[in-house]
């Protein structure tokens, strides 16, 4: 055991001096703590792959760490009580905490000064705070005093406290997402997950595929919804709704603009060919290929209300292929049959995640049946991929483009919590949709069976590394 300790030691200051003499090389000092994030260029650096590798290893490390030298009846109990953290991470966010403290610079503001502007009551509202910042999400900087920090300021919306509180149900609007993010995850994402067991041990729900039966919608006592979106757009649903749809926007803020472009290589595709882009919301990643492929056409496809709002999406991101009708948009119900026949590729991003395997077959089986068996098509699923906790033998089989764990001994190959995000996924999706994320055996089998082969797949870079490309073409 003290082996063990010694080497995840040495993981961390290894790891710690690793990143210490990129930023020396470079005339920079890694971003504090205790002060706001800023997309400056110390803070861009993050982005070296070199300093992303060390920052999840040293991670890793540490929740190992701790893991191993805590007694195991605090690690469970903290474990267990970890609910409080989504719980004051929401009230922060939605009472707009966080743009109070901008406001008040790095000497913070005293709790009943807070609690002032935002009609709070401050005791209560300074346990909140001191919770959270315990957790390093906000500062006390003396008594009763709170600051924002590196992580708090994160969920800045942007907008002034004035607009904020005189606006409340458009707050989110024309933000950058991620406190809208923060805002679901912590409300309709946290109450569904109280409902796990209950959903698990019910046998009209804990053996059912159908998107009706999720805990999401027993936690809001739902039960007359067809699935999660039906219940969005149900009346008294309108601020959780348009959260929602912002959230989203947060989400995709945190990948690469250009991620789309990297892996498959669409150069290889007829240069005036077709790409059905299926449940493409606003089209987003149609945009970043049409324009890196000029020669290309887009069929953008999607439930009538979104397709409208992509047409608008279009008009201001690229009005060119608008005009020259490179792009169209087309009400589509994916599980319909797929009316482009024999185009070049489909585009399926974050969509089968949404459906449990029976629905997800139905949706596959409809692109394969559009494509004759002698022409040439590409299927581009694009989702998060789901990493075994356990290695794997080293002698098994690869699938080209898979990568084996770089994790070191003795940590877990799949980085432990310092890379949870996939399964944070996968549990939202079972709670939404009665749905998953999937390993690659599982897609792998799940293609198979919709009749395509998978041939290779694209891991995406360190900071979205789970959103996996990947590439099918018919069986």
Same mark, same amino acid.
């Given at each position: 055991?003290?082996?063990n ?7 961390i ?5 690793s990143i210490?003499? /990129? ?7 890694f ?21 992303q ?8 490390a540490a929740?190992?760490? /701790?893991?191993?030298v805590?007694?195991?009846q ?14 004051t991470?929401?009230v ?8 109070v403290?901008r406001d008040?610079?790095s ?18 509202l ?5 919770y ?10 003396s ?15 942007g907008?002034?406290v004035?607009?904020?509180?005189s ?6 609007d ?17 109450k569904?997950?109280g ?8 046998p009209?729900?804990? $053996? ?16 007359? =919804?067809?699935?999660?979106?039906e ?5 008294g ?16 803020s ?5 991620? /789309? ?16 882009? #299926?449940?493409?919301?606003l089209?987003?990643?149609s ?12 069929? #953008?496809?999607?439930?009538p209300?979104?397709?409208?709002e ?15 009708t490179?792009?169209? $948009?087309?009400?589509?119900? $994916? ?8 185009p ?10 949404d ?5 997800t ?13 002698d022409?040439?098509c590409? %299927? #581009?699923?694009i ?5 075994y906790?356990?290695?794997?033998e ?7 483009g ?18 949870a ?9 079972? #709670? ?7 390993t %690659?055996?599982?897609?792998e089998?799940?293609?198979?069976? =919709?009749?395509w082969?998978?041939?290779?797949i ?13 590439i099918?073409?018919?069986l």
């Open positions: 055991m003290a082996a300790l010694l080497l995840l030691a040495d993981i200051s290894s790891g710690v001096k210490d003499t /990129i930023y020396s090389d470079q005339g920079k000092v971003p504090s703590l205790d002060q706001s994030y800023t997309l400056d260029s110390a803070e861009a650096l993050r982005n070296d792959p070199r300093v590798e060390a920052c999840i290893t040293i991670a890793a929740f190992q760490l /701790i893991a191993t805590r007694q195991p605090t690690s469970v109990f903290n474990a267990t009580c970890s609910y409080y953290l989504s719980a991470l929401r922060a966010c939605e009472t707009n905490v966080v743009e403290l008040a610079g000497a913070g503001m005293h709790v009943n000064a807070i609690g002032q502007r935002l009609n709070l009551n401050p005791p209560l300074g346990r909140i705070l001191r959270l910042a315990t957790h390093h999400i906000f500062r006390e900087v008594p009763d005093v709170f600051a924002n920090n590196r992580l708090s300021s994160v969920i800045d919306k907008k002034s004035d607009d904020l509180l606006t409340p149900l458009t707050k989110y024309m933000t950058n997402g991620i406190a809208a993010l923060v805002g679901h995850c912590t409300d309709e994402d946290y569904g997950a409902f796990l067991l209950e959903h698990l041990t019910d009209d729900s804990g $053996f059912s595929s159908e998107p009706s039966k999720t805990p999401m919608l027993r936690a809001f006592g739902a039960s007359e =919804s067809s699935n999660v979106w219940w969005f757009e149900s009346p649903n309108e601020y959780r709704f348009k959260r929602f749809g912002v959230a989203m926007d947060g989400v995709n945190m990948q690469p603009t250009d991620a /789309i472009l990297k892996g498959f290589g669409w150069n290889t595709l007829p240069q005036d060919g077709t790409v059905v882009d #299926v449940g493409a919301g089209g987003v990643s945009v970043a290929l049409a324009k890196a492929f000029p020669s290309m056409k887009f069929v #953008v496809q999607d439930r209300k979104v397709v409208e992509a047409a608008k999406y279009w008009e201001g991101k690229y009005p060119e292929a608008v005009r020259e490179r792009v169209t $948009f087309a009400s589509q119900d $994916f599980f319909d049959p797929q009316p482009v026949k024999n070049s590729a489909f585009i399926l991003k974050q969509i089968v995640h459906w449990a395997d029976e629905y077959e139905r949706i596959l089986r409809r692109l394969r049946e559009a494509v004759d068996d022409h040439q590409t %299927l #581009v699923v989702d998060s991929l789901i990493p906790a356990c290695r794997q080293d002698n098994r089989q690869l699938i080209p898979e990568r084996p764990s770089s994790a070191p001994l003795p940590l877990l190959p799949n980085f432990g919590p310092a890379d995000s996939p399964y944070f996924t996968d549990l939202s999706m079972w #709670v939404h949709f009665n749905s998953q994320e999937r %690659l055996g599982h897609m089998r799940l293609l198979k069976r =919709s009749g082969k998978l041939t290779r694209y891991p995406g870079e360190r900071s979205s590394a789970h959103l996996v490309q990947f099918s073409v018919p």
